[in-house]
């Protein structure tokens, strides 16, 4: 029988793409979403893909009362991977509680029927943005924190904290931290893809809803960084490689890995904000117009990975090349844009 896995937020951007790794490597996968950034046409897309439809409740993880009844309908999961959380780093400035109650409500939630119900594994949604502006780069996952810049990457920090103070408190759990870099691209069939609400405040949706016509330039924030080219640099890591991570880190729990493990999820290379654009060019031959804009406040000038830790103790590493990825989000947009 397959093993079965409680996926929160699964109908989000790299919650679906995870389901598709999941199905794909024999589990049996339960979304848990509100469906507060996301709608269900994600899990028709994983059904087409994969041929099998996770089955979905719409539940808000904050919601102690709610969320109970969904894991005492699945107590026989083995796992749970937490992705679901407010991601929008400035309207967590604009509203920090709600950010609070909505991404660590939920994880202590989440914390608090895993133990109630004995589902002793899982995967939590971590981010580089805990590392802040590093001392030294490639950094590794031994490199000092940094304070945290909004309350959205402070829900990070304190998330990781949270969970690493309930492992030692209660040893029947384990966890994975996942560190993700800057996640990139769609699932190469088109079915799933990131999408934004509104204006994107990342960069690649803003790539290519710029060269599909829906925005005018794409304003580059900053070109006199201390960077070889001046631009901000990145780790940007393919969508699907980030998806089959979760899977690498499930796998090492359920084999029996204990404690609390933290993984940086990267490629190990930097590409600087120009060296993308050209790069979404040469794989698209789709010109982005741009132009040079002011420095976005709080933007870290250069950061990528060391992810050997996940290479050695994981076995994965990233394999897609960017090429292929920021082909893969131009087909995606494409898609979505009913672009031929
Ligand atoms: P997303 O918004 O596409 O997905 C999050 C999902 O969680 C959505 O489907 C949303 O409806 C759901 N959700 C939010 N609050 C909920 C709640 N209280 N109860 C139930 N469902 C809820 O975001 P994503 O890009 O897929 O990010 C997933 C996770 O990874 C988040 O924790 C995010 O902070 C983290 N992360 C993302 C990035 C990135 O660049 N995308 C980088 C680092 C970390
Ligand atoms: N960026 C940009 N224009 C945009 C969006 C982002 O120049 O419209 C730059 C931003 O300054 C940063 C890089 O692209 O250097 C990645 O930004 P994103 O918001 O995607 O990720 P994060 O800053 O969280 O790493």
């Not at 924030?221 to 901000?232: E, H, I, R």
Request: hydrophobic share 45%; charged share 20%; net charge negative.
């Amino acid at each position: 029988m397959s093993q079965k896995i409680i996926v929160t937020g699964g109908a989000g951007y790299i919650g679906s793409h995870t389901c598709v790794a999941l199905i794909e490597a024999g589990f049996e996968v339960v979304v848990f979403d509100n469906l507060s950034n996301s709608t269900t046409a994600s899990l028709d897309g994983v059904a087409r893909i994969t041929g099998t439809r996770p089955e979905f409740i719409n539940v808000d993880c904050a919601d102690i009362a709610a969320l109970r009844a969904a894991f005492a309908a699945h107590r026989d999961a083995v796992g749970v991977i937490h992705f679901a959380a407010y991601k929008a780093v400035g309207e967590s400035v604009e509203k920090p509680l709600l950010y609070y109650r909505n991404n660590l409500g939920g994880l202590i939630n989440v914390l608090d029927l895993m133990r109630e119900f004995d589902v002793p594994n899982i995967v939590f949604s971590s981010s580089a943005t805990v590392y802040g502006v590093p001392d030294t780069l490639p950094v590794t996952e031994e490199t000092p924190l940094q304070p945290a810049t909004s309350p959205y990457g402070a829900t990070k920090v304190m998330g990781e904290n949270i969970i690493r103070d309930a492992v030692r408190a209660y040893p029947q759990l384990r966890a994975t931290l996942l560190r993700y870099f800057n996640p990139i691209g769609a699932h190469p069939s088109a079915e799933i893809g990131e999408l934004p609400n509104g204006v994107p405040n990342n960069l690649m949706p803003y790539i290519t809803q710029t060269a599909a016509g829906i925005r005018e330039c794409l304003n580059i924030f900053g070109d006199d960084y201390d960077t070889p080219d001046g631009f901000c640099v990145r780790d940007y890591i393919d969508i699907n490689d980030l998806a089959r991570a979760h899977v690498a880190a499930l796998r090492h729990m359920l084999n029996g890995a204990d404690g609390v493990g933290t993984f940086n999820l990267g490629t190990g290379r930097g590409a600087s904000v120009m060296e993308l654009v050209n790069a979404f060019r040469t794989a698209t031959g789709v010109d982005v117009p741009y132009k040079i804009a002011a420095r976005r406040a709080g933007d870290v000038p250069a950061i990528w990975a060391n992810a050997d830790l996940a290479a050695r103790v994981l076995n994965w590493h990233a394999t897609v090349p960017l090429g292929e990825t920021l082909a893969s989000a131009w087909r995606w947009q494409k898609q979505v844009s009913g672009i031929k």
